[in-house]
């Protein structure tokens, strides 16, 4: 049973556009959420996180949204760049000290 | 700094067979993680150590295990190999102060023939 699911496996977003990535939970414990970005041959490093008590938080040109009440939350990029091109992973952990559980991905291509 | 270094980066096993997975975190970081990363399960999570005990484990049978060391730095280690653990296996270390500051290793690709 997934409990943090990415639907889309991948996306395509032109340069200087928006990037959105959505990201659906079923655990109604999990209080604490975070997207990871990874490159080929590299390991995740970590993009931003929200807690449950926000609806918004932004790191320049990244914001998440969480929407409780529909178990969804969503990574916002303005504007695209092209080193954005990589496979984001959206996670979940029920506090910060417990274990997190990962989205499979989304693979984002930047066009030119 | 140094980052989070594992070893060895790739491996060749057949199945039956054992493997032992090395991980050395950033100096002064406490929390060991281990993720297993599969085209289709994604990433997840095996277990975390911190300060040489076993604090969260995930849903993974009991030929999985994980140890931590003094100078913190863990090993895992997979008995009786099988075709469906060739993947890629990811360290992660931390201050032990949550997953925002958490640092990923760039893993160890495990091919089990």
């Known amino acids: 049973d997934q409990q943090v699911k990415q639907n889309s496996p991948s996306l395509s977003v032109q340069e200087g556009r928006i990037s959105i990535l959505n990201c659906d939970y079923t655990?109604?414990?999990?209080?604490?959420f975070l997207w990871y970005k990874k490159y080929p041959a590299e390991g995740p490093t970590f993009l931003i996180s929200?807690?449950?008590?926000?609806d918004k938080n932004e790191d320049g040109r990244f914001t998440v949204f969480l929407n409780k009440s529909a178990k969804h939350l969503s990574l916002h990029i303005v504007p695209s760049q092209p080193g954005d091109s990589a496979v984001y992973f959206c996670?979940?952990?029920?506090?910060?000290?417990?274990?997190?559980?990962f989205g499979k991905g989304t693979r984002l291509h930047i066009l030119p | 700094k140094a980052g989070v270094t594992q070893t060895p980066r790739y491996l060749i096993k057949t199945r039956g067979q054992q493997v032992t997975l090395s991980c050395s975190p950033i100096?002064?970081?406490?929390?060991v993680s281990w993720y297993q990363q599969t085209p289709g399960q994604g990433l997840q999570f095996l277990f975390e150590y911190f300060s040489e005990t076993q604090r969260n484990k995930g849903n993974f049978p009991g030929r999985f295990s994980g140890r931590q060391f003094s100078n913190s730095r863990s090993e895992m280690n997979v008995s009786t190999l099988e075709l469906g653990d060739s993947a890629l296996y990811l360290c992660?270390?931390?201050?032990?102060?949550?997953?925002?500051?958490?640092?990923f290793g760039p893993g160890t690709r495990l091919t089990v023939l």
């Open positions: 992660a270390s931390s201050p032990g102060t949550g997953p925002d500051t958490q640092y």
């Open positions: 100096s002064g970081h406490r929390s």
């Open positions: 996670a979940a952990s029920a506090s910060r000290d417990d274990k997190i559980i």
């Open positions: 655990n109604s414990m999990f209080d604490y």
């Open positions: 929200i807690s449950s008590i926000k």
